[in-house]
């Protein structure tokens, strides 16, 4: 590995200096973000923790493109959010996976159809290839019989699976996922996040994953943990070595 790639592999994928968000004008402008600094590198597993209403999913939307950040610094694998035109959110968001948290597949498309679309955004990509990946994709997280199949004939547990499918379809950068386990029992929960981890180890991507989930935090490599709208340092440093 040359000098170039080592300074490439150390640059943050996630880089936030002095972050602040508003809803809300006038009378009504209210902060929600408070001074929110930081990195997370390549290859990393970060889980955000912290009580509903505290900011996360605020913070999560603004990473993806989703929201416009208003005061300080986004850097999304080098490229600035903060003011930045249609043109580089597009640019971002082919190299973001997002997971929702009600997982938001169209129930008018099937399983297959709703991992398509995630290419969609790759007009590179052949319209033949579009379709071996996403089948590919949900054979990998376990749903290979039902790829025809339509969200209101699969479970929780399957929906958040074709969630997942799509957004690591297209071999992202960096994957955002918003309380995936959160409609999930113990063990459907365990096997999306699992499923998370492995591609995305393969794939050589980054996660920040947004959790009430106790019972998952074991695959963090970090945790930050977000109060009234203040980022704390880091909880925790998770042991990799069972990864």
Not at 84 to 89: E, F, S
Not at 115 to 133: A, G, K, T, Y
């Amino acid at each position: 590995m040359n000098n170039e790639q080592l300074d490439r592999w150390n640059e943050p994928v996630i880089n936030i200096q002095n972050l602040n968000h508003y809803f809300g004008t006038g009378q009504l402008r209210k902060q929600v973000l408070y001074n929110i600094n930081l990195e997370v590198y390549p290859g990393e597993i970060v889980i955000m923790t912290g009580p509903s209403g505290s900011g996360k999913t605020t913070l999560l939307t603004l990473l993806g493109g989703l929201r416009s950040a208003q005061e300080g610094s986004i850097k999304i694998m080098g490229i600035e959010l903060c003011g930045a035109g249609k043109n580089k959110l597009v640019e971002v968001r082919r190299n973001t996976g997002y997971i929702f948290q009600a997982h938001n597949l169209l129930k008018c498309l099937t399983a297959k159809q709703n991992v398509q679309m995630s290419l969609d955004l790759h007009p590179e990509i052949l319209p033949q290839e579009v379709n071996i990946r996403a089948t590919q994709m949900l054979e990998a997280v376990g749903l290979g019989e039902r790829i025809n199949y339509y969200p209101e004939n699969l479970s929780g547990g399957q929906k958040q699976r074709v969630a997942i499918a799509r957004a690591l379809v297209s071999h992202p950068k960096l994957v955002l996922a918003d309380e995936p386990t959160a409609a999930l029992d113990s063990k459907s929960g365990r096997d999306v996040v699992e499923i998370m981890q492995k591609l995305a180890k393969e794939q050589g991507c980054t996660i920040l994953l947004v959790t009430h989930d106790n019972r998952i935090l074991d695959v963090a490599d970090r945790i930050v943990h977000m109060e009234d709208g203040c980022l704390t340092k880091d909880d925790a440093i998770i042991a990799t070595a069972s990864h």
